[in-house]
């Protein structure tokens, strides 16, 4: 699910500004000596960087991390900003906002610290939004769209191929109806994310039992809220994303230099609303978990469960662990349940010591939903 997030279209007036990308592509300019000029550009073009900031709001303020990486070629992520800034407790209840003006203080108080390398590249913004604020649903395709609808969202031959050509118009109203079915809000008052997996794209046809649709829906109002707050910052956001999922994808990619390949694994994210695990097997979640809930009497059930009877090789834990200390619960017990050798997230071990950045941040796993915020805006 983590591929998910509620996007947006409103635009905050520009306040950073970077030499778009577009007006170098073009190959096939000469300059005044004849020369091509795409020849002269290569050294730029090879050194370009996409930049992407997260933000994280919560409890412990506002945080930011600003990431880049090589527009050409890929290469490792770098972390370009650690920052925070006070937010004052009252301005936020539970997933409301209810002092608007101190969130957009703490933004341009946030933001105003970037380095100049930061404040004058064009940066893709994504906010977290607290997980219990979004629904998350996946169903079969065929269960949505049952062959007996006639539309070509549900026509598969005879061996159960799906033609996907127009998939996604057809099944647009579909996915509104059962988002608004499942959480019981009218369609007008959700923003909604989905996607289809998996597709074989390369051949067009794809296997109706096989295909999921996975849907991510919030409170409009919620949306606009963050929308706002950061319009009257002089920020546009690109997307919001749920921030437990935005966690796992900071986690992951931490995971990919501490872990033996093939080794199963447990990430953990601590957040208000509680405890969301995931067990990691062949790059895939295979369980995930959430606590409090009805089907778990304690959290040492809940994490027995998430890791059934398979061996866990390595436990990630991200989010705010003064939460898990607050229930007398610690990382040396989370190890105990789950056999393994537990280990936070940081920033550390992926920042370029080339790049002086805040040692507090550098160490703090609750930076870790901004982290995920900023690896999707690099990534699109």
């Excluded at 061996?159 to 057809?170: A, H, P």
């Excluded at 994303?241 to 990919?256: S, V």
């Excluded at 067990?279 to 040492?300: I, N, S």
């Amino acid at each position: 699910m983590h591929g998910l997030a509620i996007r947006t279209s409103v635009r905050g007036k520009r306040r950073f500004a970077q030499f778009p990308p577009e007006r170098v592509t073009n190959g096939s300019r000469r300059d005044a000596h004849g020369r091509n000029a795409m020849s002269l550009l290569n050294p730029l073009l090879l050194g370009a960087r996409r930049f992407a900031a997260g933000v994280d709001v919560g409890a412990r303020g506002v945080t930011l991390v600003v990431l880049s990486q090589r527009v050409f070629g890929g290469g490792p992520l770098r972390i370009e900003w650690l920052g925070r800034a006070p937010l004052a407790r009252e301005a936020l209840s539970g997933v409301e906002i209810v002092n608007r003006q101190a969130l957009a203080g703490a933004l341009q108080e946030v933001f105003g610290a970037l380095p100049p390398a930061c404040a004058q590249a064009t940066l893709r913004c994504a906010m977290a939004l607290p997980a219990g604020a979004t629904l998350l649903a996946s169903m079969p395709l065929a269960r949505l769209a049952p062959a007996d609808r006639g539309g070509r969202a549900s026509r598969a031959d005879q061996m159960g191929r799906l033609d996907i050509s127009g998939l996604y118009t057809e099944l647009e109203p579909l996915v509104l109806a059962e988002a608004e079915r499942v959480s019981g809000v009218e369609r007008a008052e959700l923003a909604v994310d989905w996607r289809v997996g998996p597709l074989a794209l390369e051949c067009g046809v794809a296997s109706m039992h096989e295909t999921q649709v996975t849907i991510a829906a919030t409170a409009r109002a919620h949306l606009e809220a963050r929308i706002e707050c950061a319009a009257m910052a002089g920020i546009a956001l690109c997307a919001v994303d749920d921030e437990a999922h935005a966690a796992l994808r900071a986690i992951r990619h931490a995971a990919e230099f501490e872990l033996q390949p093939h080794e199963a694994w447990v990430a953990l994210w601590i957040g208000a609303d509680g405890v969301h695990g995931w067990f990691v097997a062949e790059e895939a979640v295979v369980r995930t978990m959430r606590f409090p809930a009805l089907e778990h009497a304690d959290l040492v059930e809940a994490l027995r469960d998430l890791a059934g009877s398979e061996q866990t090789g390595c436990t990630f834990v991200a989010g705010d662990l003064a939460l898990l200390h607050s229930t007398h619960f610690s990382l040396a017990d989370i190890g105990d349940v789950l056999g393994s050798p537990v280990l936070p997230f940081e920033c550390a071990p992926l920042a370029d010591i080339e790049h002086p950045l805040d040692a507090n941040l550098l160490h703090d796993p609750s930076c870790a939903v901004a982290f995920g915020l900023a690896m999707r805006g690099v990534s699109e």
